[in-house]
């Protein structure tokens, strides 16, 4: 069992930032990845980005060159620094966790935290 706590949505002006935060605890030894997925009313839960416990990343293409993932193992933390915000990505964001097997098997992630809402507005 994994637990996840994320921390850092609010509202924030088109252009401006936020930094999300994730902290895993419990099963920790089961995590190969962490990430971000995202949903807006009446859309589809979409991932945002991913990273392996090794570095690699995984960015959205609508996020690219915008967001940035990153981690700190010793904290079992996860990050995700959103700028040049857009209203279009006002949705609620999930911090994710992936065993190894689920992460290459194209389905959603194994662990999932309760969300936090990131509203862009003027």
């Known amino acids: 069992q994994l637990h996840l706590v994320e921390s850092g949505g609010g509202l924030v002006q088109p252009g401006g930032s936020l930094r999300l935060s994730c902290a895993a605890s419990?099963?920790?030894?089961?995590?190969?990845?962490m990430g971000w997925y995202r949903q807006a009313p009446g859309k589809q839960r979409e991932l945002v980005a991913a990273i392996t416990t090794g570095g690699r990343t995984n960015y959205a293409d609508f996020v690219k060159g915008r967001f940035t993932i990153s981690r700190d193992n010793a904290k079992n933390t996860v990050y995700l620094q959103m700028n040049s915000l857009k209203p279009e990505d006002t949705a609620v964001y999930y911090c994710t966790a992936d065993r190894l097997a689920t992460y290459y098997s194209g389905n959603y992630p194994y662990y999932w935290g309760q969300g936090t809402q990131v509203t862009v507005s003027s």
């Open positions: 419990g099963n920790i030894s089961s995590i190969y990845a």
